[in-house]
Structures are given as C-alpha cells and as structure tokens.
C-alpha cells in the first residue's frame, strides 16, 4: 500500500471516532465522509522520521464532507471536530482542508429510511431501553410545573445524564423560553432533530411557525402531536427523558400513560389546600392508566427573608399529597422534595437560562443547585 493511501485509510479510521452530535452516530457511519485524499506536501515541511531515522514528507489531506442539510447549525462543530482528527495525524500537514457540501436528495432519503428502520416509531417502548422517563404533573396551574421541569432536565444534563425534554403542555408551552430558544428544529426529510440548549434535547410545539396563535386542538390530534414527538424525532437513547404535562387529568396526560407505560409521574404541587386537593386528582390518574407515581415535589414552600423562612403560601401541602397517594395506590408516594420560593428562577429562566446553572452551565454548587441536585439523584436512585 502507497504512503498516500495508507494515510487515507488511517484517518479514516480516525474520523469514525467523530460523533455527530446530533444523531449520535459516528460520521463515517453516517456516510458524511465523501472521500479523503492525501498527497506529499508542496511545502518544505517534514513530519518527522521513519524507522531508519530519515525525515518524512508530510502530506496534504483534503477531506471532503457532505453534511445531512445545507446549513446545518451544528455544521462548525462538527468540521472543527473532523479538523481536529485530522490535524492530530502526524503525517498530515497542521492545516488540513475540509472541503463541506451536503448530502444528495437520493443519500439523504437512504439515510433517513435507515434510522427510521432501525428505530421503529416510538423508541422508548423497545426491549431493553434503559432510559428513564419522568411525566411532571400537577392538579392545576400556576405552581411552577414546567419550571420545575426545565431546572430538573437542566440538572440531569450538567450531572452528565444524556437528557431530553419534550413540552408536553401543547396548549401552554414554557419550555422554549425557559431555555431560549428561538430556533427551529432540523428536519431530515421528515425526521426531526431536537433543538439542544443547555445540555438538554428539546421539542415543543412552541418552536414551530404558527405557535404564537391559540392552538385549538381535541384529544385526537393531541394523542397525535405526542406520538410525533415520540416517533418522528431523533432522540438517540438518551438517559432520562422528561414531559412537561398539561395540567389536570386530560387527553395528554392519557396519551402518555398509553404511549410510554414505563413512565413514572411526578407530582408537583405548591402547599396551600386549593393546590394541594387537586394534586391529588393528577396523581390518581395512575389507578386507572398503567403509570407508577414516583413522589411529590412541593414548590414555592418558603420564602426566606433575612434569614427567616416565610411560609407565604401555607404549609404541608406536599405532605398531604404524599400521603393520600400513598394510601389510595396502595405503595409508597415519598415526598421528595419542598422547593423554595425564589424570583431568581423565575427572572433567570425568563431570560432563557435555567436558575439551577451558572452562566456557563456549570451546575450551582449552593441553593437552588443543591435541591435539585439531591432531587435528581432521589429520582435515579430507584
């Protein structure tokens, strides 16, 4: 074999450790890498010595990379990525070229029937699956169900869990501006790919045209939107997954038991009675529909105010939750944990940044970080 297509062998095999980071396939597998060439250098650069001690020439090497769709918004992060493998070579030149196109129509048709064939519609009911999925409940509105959910998924992806999150609430969608999102997602000929923001995977009907209108729709087109998001997404095998349900006991809250029957609910709830009473409502849904209710979180327990903690909104609403579960279900319903009231979630996660990270999406190591910590790892632990 000749030094130029050794070194094409090589780095090919180097680029099949490359992920693209949105299907979680390696580029080589996904056919992204068209060709590679290599050829001795013009320059008067050597790339070291050989067994016998002479200098080498180095080679220039042209990768030629055909992306899944014109502009694709990860397209730098995965040429830089290729660069990086290539450039690590020690017979390439420091400066390779990557030459970027996109996939045909043919090739791309191909590559899609193959990810759909292997997945089958809904990939979360597949033998074997090891993600865990958590459907966020509550008996009415205004008692931070979908902040909760955002600074939970937000917590299991800076903990290093491959997360994703879908909004669920298709008439009362938070998730985009909980974590500031104003794109759409990819679409491969029919398949979607999920818009990540801050370590998570996202979808939401709020991320299509047209969302900013009333969305009027009955249990069948709902039951269907969530079959969508199931099935004609790219969710890879993530860790944890989270829904952010629409309040109450309604058609979508019915959707997910039958759609994802491992998931396990759980029920947030602020502590005042008129809260509380009808938390109870979300969570016995589970005597009819096959869904575990994994516990209770309680928001909005406390206000603390010069070092005093301010029971704004009562006390013991949790508890009271937890208990009439327990006993209606027939089996534990812990409550896991009593959130503080904090304007900062609010005013971070209207800015479009989970309050449970820092700036740079490190997870805060005090506070409102440590109580969702301690939630998260409670969930993971069974």
Known sequence: MSDARRIEADIYERLSRVID?????????????????????????????DNDGDARDAYDVTVHVELTVPGCPLSETITNQIN?????????????HIE?????????????????????????N????TTRIFAIASGKGGVGKSSVTANLAATFAALGYDTAAIDADIYGFSLPRLFGVH???T??????????????????????????????????????????????????EPDVLLLDLAPGTGDMAISVAQALPN?????????????????????????????????????????????????????????????????????????????????????????????????EGALRPDGIGNEFRALAERLMAA
């Open 21 to 49: 980071p949105e299907l979680g396939r390696s580029v080589t597998d996904l056919g992204m890498i068209a060709a590679i060439e290599a050829a001795p250098s013009n320059t008067d650069v050597r790339a070291g010595v």
């Open 183 to 185: 794109t759409q997602p």
């Open 263 to 359: 998931a396990e609910l759980v029920v947030v709830t602020t502590p005042q009675p008129s809260a509380s009473d009808v938390a109870v409502r979300s969570g016995l849904v589970a005597l009819q529909v096959p869904m575990k209710v994994r516990g209770v979180v309680e928001n909005m327990s406390w206000y603390e105010h010069k070092g005093e903690r301010l029971e704004i909104f009562g006390h013991g609403g949790g508890e009271r939750v937890a208990e009439q579960l327990t006993e209606a279900l027939g089996y534990e319903v812990p409550l896991m944990a009593r959130l503080p009231l904090e304007p900062e979630l609010r005013e971070t996660g209207e800015a479009g940044r989970p309050a449970v990270l820092d700036a």
């Open 100 to 124: 970027v196109g996109s996939m045909s129509r043919d090739k791309l048709d191909d590559l899609v029937a193959d990810l759909k064939a292997e997945r089958k519609q809904n990939p979360f």
């Open 187 to 236: 679409n491969l000929n029919g398949m979607l790919m999920p818009v990540t923001a801050w370590g998570v995977k996202l979808i939401s009907i709020g991320m299509f045209a047209g969302a900013d209108r009333a969305i009027l729709w009955r249990g069948p087109r709902l039951q269907r939107s969530l079959e969508q998001f199931l099935s004609d997404v790219w969710w890879g």
């Open 84 to 96: 990086g493998a290539v450039a690590s070579y020690p017979d390439a030149t420091l400066t390779p």
């Open 126 to 129: 597949k033998p074997g699956i």
